[in-house]
């Protein structure tokens, strides 16, 4: 996985927050379903597709369509996938919750 995995301790529930470069990585379902796969110890093969939890093809087109550099803020979707929740903002920031954690408006957890 060419993302960028870091552990954070700026929140006790998140497990790992990796960075998604589209220059770098294949795809942001690619990115999610790595990232979930490396917290959870599940190997890729083992787990269920993404796809039965979210439209993939939709968040794909929803990511590709933002630019940073336009934009005036930052904005996020939050889902569970196989015991996580994940939590990807515009800035190509993919956070792994531990448990399937309701969604909050605000940024300050999943």
């Known amino acids: 996985m ?3 995995s870091q552990n954070s301790n700026t929140d006790s529930d998140l497990i790992h927050q990796y960075s998604f ?4 990585t294949d795809s942001i379902v690619v990115t999610v379903s ?3 796969s490396d917290v959870t110890g599940t190997p890729m093969e083992e787990m269920p597709p993404l796809q039965a939890t979210l439209d993939c093809d939709a968040l794909e ?3 590709n369509s933002f630019n940073i550099e336009d934009m005036s803020g930052v904005g996020q979707v ?3 996938f196989h015991g996580c929740t994940v939590r990807i903002d515009t800035t190509g920031t993919v956070q792994v919750f531990d448990g399937n954690r309701g969604i909050s408006p605000d940024s300050s957890r999943c």
């Open 2 to 4: 060419d993302a960028t």
């Open 21 to 24: 470069d589209s220059d770098e």
């Open 34 to 36: 790595n990232a979930v």
């Open 61 to 63: 087109s929803l990511f």
């Open 78 to 80: 939050g889902f569970s």
